[in-house]
């Protein structure tokens, strides 16, 4: 069985702060790897890329053709002619730290998604779902029983009028009766900021529970805020 590793996170983060996983092309099936530059390659949003094992793992029918500048060219990009600054920027990243620059970036924000992921789960509302110590993002459930005055998305809203945005959604179809919040640390989510953000959590989950009554539900599943 051949894998496409889908690694969105995981792969700008393993092969500095885990470097003896075998997960990429070590693994004899795994044809393909596919990143986003924008999420831990310190890049702003809009740079991705995928690489193959080899030319016979990759689509043909992904390839277009355009003759150009008096050649055939074959390029695999999206668009045919798009701005090239976000992959000017990951290079000189790539240059500029190293090795050794991204695995300090990348296991300081391990250790902030540890720190979080630790104290979220001494508060007495929670149960930890992964704790952030491979790549640094974690989740977490409500304790079954704790409450019925509230739920995550009432959490996310209170939280989200603090000015932090910790997301609550429902899991695929067999699971969407289980509700999740998640956390995404990247660069630039201090160890301090992490503690403000603990520091508001615990507030409003002592405002939630101190509540005489449930929450009006409203009348769609889950928040009333959108994207």
Known sequence: MKIHVDGASGAMVAPFCQPELEWDFRV??????????????????GLGWIVWRDRDALPESMVFYASYLGGDMPTLALNFSRPGAQVLL????????????????QQGSIDVAKYLSEEIGRMGPFELVSD????????????????????????????????????????????????????????????????????????????????????????????????
């Open 90 to 105: 990951q290079y000189y990243n790539f240059l500029r730290l190293g090795r050794d620059g991204y695995r300090a970036v």
């Open 28 to 45: 004899d099936r795994v044809v393909s790897i596919n990143t986003s530059g924008h999420k831990y390659g310190l890049v702003y949003p």
């Open 132 to 227: 952030g110590s491979t790549i640094p993002v974690f989740a977490w459930r409500l304790r079954e029983g704790h409450t019925d005055k509230w739920t995550l998305y009432d959490l996310a809203d209170r939280l989200r009028m603090k000015g932090w945005l910790v997301p609550a959604y429902p899991m695929a179809d067999d699971l969407a009766e289980v509700t999740l919040q998640r956390i995404v640390v990247r660069l630039g989510l201090s160890r301090d900021l992490a503690t403000s953000l603990l520091t508001d959590m615990a507030g409003e989950v002592a405002f939630l529970d101190g509540l005489d009554a449930p929450l009006p539900r409203p009348t769609e599943t889950g928040s009333h805020f959108h994207h």
